[in-house]
């Protein structure tokens, strides 16, 4: 009786554990589909239907330089907004690797492949995502898309989100009219900006910082910091990179031709010289001549000593709009900074 009791008892035992292995089994399974289901970038967003079209679009970014360009080739995948606000994209079929994404929502009058720089329309937002990666975007703003849009999950986005929070000073903050402090306030930042990129452990990260901090305006200034910032991320041979890299050959290029430039110009100055005499009496073209209606309005401004903030508050416009028109004055005026504009000679 006793021997049988005890062959009951492990004949029990052995199906306990059968059932306990098979129900792991399923548990194991069931957390895996979960983990899986989590994976994709997910949004919740207000919009004016009446103004938006119900459609997210996800680029893909392959160069910071290109953070503001778009095209119908950079937009790899879209999603339907559904009444709540929320849209998701699938990320499996993403690169493994970390890439930067730009989500964009166009308006009804206008084609998919449509990008608003600065303002209360400005129609998009950056993030960083890989295949395995998920990301939660929430956005309660009623008056701008993405206006007070927070980026969870992947944790690379808030560090991404910390960079653009820094860099916003150099526009936000007020300089009253001082030339001097704001040149001093943004120096500061771009120094705050080289030092998050310097201290990151993400390559990504850190590269975007340095676009950030201006590099190559800053570059002839910073060269030991640049060297040893691609030292630390030489074995980096991401698509970021390799531009990078390129950018910086450009400069330190630039550098070593400086002497010889100098040599250059004094060899050919008297030519130089004499052909300014010779067309002394020659009526000289306008320098405004190239740049448009608002470019025009900013350079006024700029003479009156506003800042970027003044500007975009007395024009209405975006500080990203503000600062995209300064770089196109820039260009067309042949100038490296406001004090370049001070000097023009506006009598031609």
């Known amino acids: 009786m006793s021997h049988i009791s005890s062959s009951l008892f492990k004949h029990f035992i052995k199906q306990m554990s059968l059932n306990f292995k098979f129900q792991l089994l399923i548990l194991l399974s069931l957390t895996s589909q979960n983990l899986i289901s989590q994976q994709g ?15 997210a679009y996800l680029s893909i970014i392959t160069d910071f330089d290109k953070m503001n360009t778009m095209s119908n080739e950079m937009i790899i995948e879209k999603a339907d907004i559904d009444r709540s606000g929320r849209f ?12 930067l994404f730009r989500i964009h929502i166009a308006k009804r009058s206008d084609p998919p492949a449509s990008l608003i720089i600065g303002g209360k329309d400005e129609n998009h937002i950056f993030i960083i995502a890989n295949s395995n990666s998920q990301v939660i975007i929430e956005d309660t703003c009623n008056t701008e898309l993405f ?13 991404l989100q910390q960079i653009d929070e820094i860099s916003s000073y150099i526009d936000t903050t007020n300089f009253n009219g001082s030339l001097i402090k704001a040149d001093l306030v943004r120096s500061a ?13 993400n390559p990504l990260i850190a590269l975007y910082a340095l676009y950030k901090s201006d590099f190559q305006e800053n570059y002839s200034l910073n060269q030991r910091y640049f ?24 400069s330190e290029n630039y550098g070593k031709g400086f ?21 002394r009496f020659k ?29 975009s508050e007395s024009l209405n416009i975006g500080l990203s709009t503000v600062k995209s028109h300064l770089n196109s004055i820039y260009s067309k005026l042949d100038v490296n900074s406001r004090k370049d504009i001070l000097n023009i000679n506006l009598d031609g």
């Open 88 to 99: 998701s994209f699938s990320t499996k079929y993403l690169p493994k690797e970390d890439k």
């Open 227 to 250: 060297e040893n910032f691609l030292t630390k991320w030489k074995h980096e041979r991401s698509t970021y990179f390799v531009e990078f890299r390129k950018r910086i050959q450009i």
């Open 283 to 311: 009526k000289k073209p306008n320098p405004l001549r190239d740049l448009s209606v608002q470019e025009r309005k900013i350079f006024s401004q700029i003479l009156e000593g506003k800042s970027n903030k003044e500007i």
């Open 259 to 279: 002497l010889l430039l100098i040599g250059s110009l004094l060899f050919i100055g008297g030519f130089l010289v004499c052909l300014a005499i010779q067309n």
């Open 41 to 55: 970038i997910k949004g919740q967003i207000v919009i004016d239907s009446t103004i938006w079209s119900p459609v």
């Open 147 to 159: 206006g007070d849009a927070k980026i969870s999950g992947y944790y690379p986005n808030q560090m």
């Open 189 to 201: 930042i771009l120094e705050k900006l080289r030092v998050y990129a310097d201290t990151c452990s």
